[in-house]
């Protein structure tokens, strides 16, 4: 075990994002001093405060804070949450407990963690935990560059201790997994792996290649569920910088990680999805954006495979019936008109637009055109104006408003005026038939 002292005073000010978090902090120090329970920082705050102050890399401010209690957390909460304001949302399985303080009106979350033990039963499964010491709590994750501490309480107050070797494979630039059975006990760590190397630009150590071997030997990717694997893609979306999306997906298709967690998917295809999406960024609500990038890393060939990422049989059936629809139509793609182009998109969810463009780029810069502008195109005039210039009540409304969203689209009428003029035209040729 290596302990080092640290300026604890300069740690905490440099990665707390509140200054008013410091207060906060000692007063959680004092509580576990006088509990006589051991309180600490680990994993990613630790983490990112050496490569800023020892190797000066640029690291985002961190938005939680995570801290370890070794000790009896709920015993600890009651009594900080007397002394402080704000309240525990909630209690995960993993003991656990979400914090919201109320800092002079400005809310922040904090998780605070149990010093735990886990035990892998089953491959890919959730582990069972157990509350233990900081040792226990360390060695229980996922890569050397995780597992420093940094000590906020007696007995190691101000103390780094890295059981590891983490501060030498910071140095070094490795992912390190802690031992090469890592990624059967918990495949996610894959996906976080290639994250931390593609966010820090750092290498995979041998260590990583074996563990992986290891996992593929048990199949244990392809035991991982739906969710949890959706999940894991989802934060190379939400969690990363958009620049660094290409290359995560790159990664992820040149270690085979794609087809051993039993998706087929084209490489081909990733830029086109990085492009829609920076594209479209506007355009699209998160849901959309997680559901078209998850259904277009599925090779169109092999629908089926979108269970794996959390697609419903039903929605799969819905999906298949309208990429059928678009490949009929490929052929006369270029004789269709802008209103029968965008009658056909309509009638197709955004998402799976979205993926059926980069499945077939001869329709994409039609799509784009679709999200971008002409789905947002709708007549000025309301139905109950169009009541009042003489239209009947009734289904005729209706079809007027849409003839007069095609008559926009198309460019045949700009203003107010000119679909006021339409309608008195509509009505003129009715009323001489
Ligand atoms: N962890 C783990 N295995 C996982 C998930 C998490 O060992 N499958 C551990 C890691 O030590 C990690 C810590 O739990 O550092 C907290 O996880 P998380 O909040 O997801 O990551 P951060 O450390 O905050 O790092 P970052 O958010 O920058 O990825």
Partial sequence: MKVNEIDLEKFLKSVLPEPELYEVLITAQNISEKRGEFLYFAGGVVRDYFLKTLYKRKVPKIKDLDLVLQGNLENFLKEFLKK???????????????????????????DFITARKEIYEDVAKLPKVFPSD????????????????????????????????????????????????????????????????????????????????????????KKLSGTRLANELKLYLNKEPEKNLEKLLKTTFNLNIFEKAGIKTEKNFFDSIVRHLKELKEELNNKEKEKFFLLSLVSPESLQNACRLGFSEPEIEKIKKHLEIIKELLEKWKKLSLWEKIKVFERIPVPYLLALSVYFPRIRKDVVNFLKKYRKIKPELTGDELIKLGVNEGKEIGRLLELLRKEKIEGKVKTKEDEKNFIAQFLLNKSKN
Avoid: W
């Avoid at 995960?92 to 407990?97: E, P, R």
């Avoid at 900081?134 to 007696?154: E, K, P, V, W, Y």
């Avoid at 501060?167 to 290639?194: A, V």
């Fill in 84 to 110: 402080v304001k704000g309240e525990s949302l909630f209690k995960s399985q993993f003991l656990t407990y979400k914090v919201k303080l109320d800092l002079n009106g400005k809310e922040f979350l904090i």
């Fill in 134 to 221: 900081f040792r226990d709590d360390i060695l229980r994750r996922d890569f050397t560059i995780n597992a420093l501490l940094i000590g906020l309480s007696f007995p190691y107050k101000g103390i780094l201790i890295d059981l590891v070797n983490g501060m030498e494979d910071l140095k070094e630039g490795l992912i390190r997994p802690l031992h090469i059975y890592s990624f059967i006990d918990d495949p996610t760590r894959i996906f976080r792996g290639i994250r931390y190397k593609v966010r820090l630009n750092f290498e995979f150590s041998k260590e990583f290649f074996l563990a992986l071997e290891r996992c593929f030997e048990k199949s244990a990717l």
